[in-house]
């Protein structure tokens, strides 16, 4: 498969889909994801390692956290050089007062906003790419 560039064809190709889990970002000391972990992702700053887990993981290993996420991944394969996808999606789910934190995949995007709205910022990512078919 091709990786899509084109940002007509990547906003109305997104097909956002919300993973039933809801995930937590948290941050460890050192360099070494801690024994037992299985983040989905993982960031090293100079602060520490940062680790995003299911929720019940990191509360099972007692890690603390402050912001519970829905994860939805946007089934386009877009190319990671491709420009303004990012802009377009974050500055839709801004207007609708939805934050949102990324993740690029090789192949996909992945949104994590508030889990308390992950079905919200679907919808309104639905429709986003219903009036970028039209556009």
């Known amino acids: 498969m091709m990786a899509e560039r084109d940002l007509k064809r990547l906003l109305s190709g997104m097909r956002p889909e919300l993973l039933d889990e809801r995930y937590v ?26 680790l995003v887990l299911r929720q019940e993981e990191a509360d099972a290993a007692g890690l603390p956290y402050d912001y ?26 801004g207007a609708h007062g939805l934050s949102c934190n990324v993740i690029a995949g090789y192949h996909h995007d992945h949104l994590f906003v508030a889990a308390d709205r992950a079905q919200e910022a679907v919808a309104v990512l639905e429709d986003l790419a219903a009036r970028s078919v039209h556009d």
């Not at 970002?25 to 100079?46: I, K, S």
């Not at 877009?78 to 377009?88: E, F, K």
């Open 68 to 93: 519970v996420a829905g994860w939805i991944t946007l089934r386009v394969h877009s190319a990671l050089d491709a420009v303004g996808l990012t802009a377009a999606f974050a500055t839709e789910l």
């Open 25 to 50: 970002f948290t941050t460890v000391e050192g360099v070494e994801v801690p024994a037992g972990l299985r983040p989905a992702a993982t960031v090293r700053e100079p602060e520490g390692l940062t």
